[in-house]
């Protein structure tokens, strides 16, 4: 056999050897068609570094870099909440605001929620305050002023996690008007020195308000502002020898804390 025909033959014999061996598995690797990935035809060591940018958002998706979303941001807001109140009260009329100044009120609320953006409440407030005062004649006069206010509204509020979502919760602004009852006592004592007197009169007095609010919701419970302002008028016995009712304007503004437990 000639050179020529020597290297014809190992040639041969070397391709023959090369198809039938078997693949080691960098030859076998199968090309990677996932969804999420680039279309793959390399070995091993390139796997690692084809991740497409839609297989990085999918790892990474969410709020800060894949946080989890807590359930009230996922389920909706609470589908009943329990809030305790507590807050000022200012009269916007000059006569009973000169005389009781503002008055501290603490209540309990209890809100249902309707939809998404519409929820109810129905909550009942204890408002008090008293005044005292005295002259160089020795006129002594203490008057002291209760309200049991009963109060339904509804609220208007952005889906639960539009504004401000996080780790912790989320922010919930809303609006609300609705209807009230007031059933207001007013016990006045006077004394001139020479005679004394004392009156007590009640009334039921209904209205209108109209608030606006923000909570910070997180998984179970809530802490909020709220800003309220009612409209609502009274009428009360005159006890100093007028013999007739007098008009009294209870509205005024609220400024209060909200403090809900949801369930």
Request: charged content about 15%; aromatic content about 14%.
């Amino acid at each position: 056999m000639n050179r020529l025909s020597k290297c014809v033959f190992a040639a041969f014999a070397v391709l023959l050897l090369g198809f039938s061996a078997t693949p080691c598995r960098a030859q076998n690797e199968d090309p990677l068609l996932y969804a999420g990935l680039l279309g793959y035809t390399g070995g091993i060591e390139d796997e690692a570094t084809l991740l497409s940018p839609a297989a990085i958002g999918q790892v990474f998706s969410g709020p800060a870099g894949g946080a989890p979303l807590s359930a009230s941001q996922t389920q909706g807001h609470p589908d009943w909440k329990i809030s305790l109140r507590l807050g000022d009260f200012s009269f916007k009329n000059d006569g009973a605001k000169d005389l009781a100044g503002s008055q501290f009120f603490y209540g309990i609320g209890m809100t249902k929620n309707l939809s998404d953006h519409v929820s109810f409440r129905g909550s009942f407030d204890y408002i008090s305050g008293d005044y005292s005062e005295s002259d160089e004649f020795k006129n002594y006069f203490d008057w002291e002023m209760d309200t049991f206010s009963v109060k339904t509204t509804a609220l208007i509020h952005p889906a639960a996690g539009t504004l401000g979502a996080g780790r912790s919760g989320y922010f919930n602004p809303y609006i609300g008007m609705g209807l009230e009852i007031n059933l207001s006592t007013i016990n006045d004592w006077f004394d001139d020195g020479v005679m004394s007197s004392s009156s007590s009169e009640s009334d039921t007095a209904f209205g209108i308000h109209f608030l606006a609010g923000i909570d910070y919701v997180f998984d179970n419970f809530s802490l909020g502002l709220e800003f309220s302002y009612n409209c609502a008028e009274a009428d009360f016995y005159d006890g100093h020898g007028k013999g007739e009712d007098t008009a009294w304007d209870l509205g005024g503004l609220s400024i209060l804390l909200n403090l809900g437990f949801g369930f």
